[in-house]
């Protein structure tokens, strides 16, 4: 089976929001990482697909929209 | 819940993002979950860029690094090279082109954790394949 992909329009970087198993996958950019000092900082256009829920347990949306993504053909 | 005590999780193969050529690896253990590491593996092709490069994979709480473990290969340009990480008590490269790199057995990691890549001489042209991992799997 196929894993349908999607891209992520902040890094660049291609993932299955599916698993081969079913479940999901919440892809979160790698940080932008100075060589020097090991600081790390968020890239611009930085996502981060983990759900959000509010105190009643509602789903309310992902971490950090960021630049978004789209499906890779 | 001690090890001895915690029932068998749910073996799972997941596959993470494949970054962009230039950009390290990086999953994060996704929120309601558990994860004991059993084996990651990932793939770089180097450019053609002459210079040294070193993989190493970091552990972290989110911010705070507790495991720093790494490759004593030195990849050099135009190379493909296989990567996996595990409980291996053993460190080295093969003649197929593939390391083996070491690190602690029963690392179990919660929401919020990552494990990444930082690679000395990382170049904009160094291209890593998606990471593949084995991952005992329980509730948070």
Same mark, same amino acid.
């Given at each position: 089976m196929k894993l349908a992909l999607r891209r992520c329009l902040?890094?660049?970087?291609?993932?299955?929001? !599916?698993?081969?198993?079913?479940?999901? $996958? $919440? @892809?979160?950019?790698?940080p932008l990482r100075d060589e020097k000092t090991g600081?790390?900082?968020?890239?611009?256009? @930085?996502?981060?697909?983990?759900? !959000? @829920?509010?105190?009643?347990?509602?789903?309310? %949306?992902?971490?950090?929209?960021?630049? %978004?993504?789209?499906?890779?053909? | 819940m001690p090890e001895a005590t915690r029932p068998s999780g749910r073996i799972r193969v997941i596959v993470g993002t494949d970054p962009a050529a230039g950009a390290e690896i990086l999953e994060t253990v996704p929120a309601g979950v558990q994860w004991r590491l059993i084996a990651i593996h990932a793939a770089l092709v180097t450019d053609a860029t002459v210079i040294n490069r070193v993989v190493a994979l970091v552990l972290d709480d989110g911010a705070n690094i507790f495991l720093f473990t790494g490759s004593s290969?030195?990849? +050099? /340009? #135009?190379?493909?090279?296989?990567?996996?990480?595990? /409980?291996? #008590?053993?460190? *080295?490269?093969?003649? +197929? *082109? /593939?390391?083996l790199c070491g690190y602690p057995e029963g690392i179990v990691i919660g929401p919020g954790f990552r494990f990444s890549t930082v690679m000395v001489n990382l170049q904009a042209g160094d291209d890593w394949g998606p990471p593949i991992y084995m991952v005992e799997e329980w509730p948070a």
């Open positions: 902040g890094c660049g970087g291609v993932y299955p929001p !599916v698993q081969r198993d079913g479940y999901s $996958y $919440y @892809h979160v950019c790698p600081v790390e900082t968020l890239r611009p256009g @930085h996502r981060d697909e983990n759900l !959000v @829920h509010d105190s009643a347990g509602k789903l309310v %949306g992902i971490v950090a929209e960021g630049a %978004g993504s789209e499906p890779v053909k | 290969y030195i990849q +050099v /340009a #135009s190379q493909f090279i296989h990567y996996t990480f595990g /409980a291996f #008590s053993r460190q *080295g490269d093969t003649l +197929v *082109g /593939a390391i």
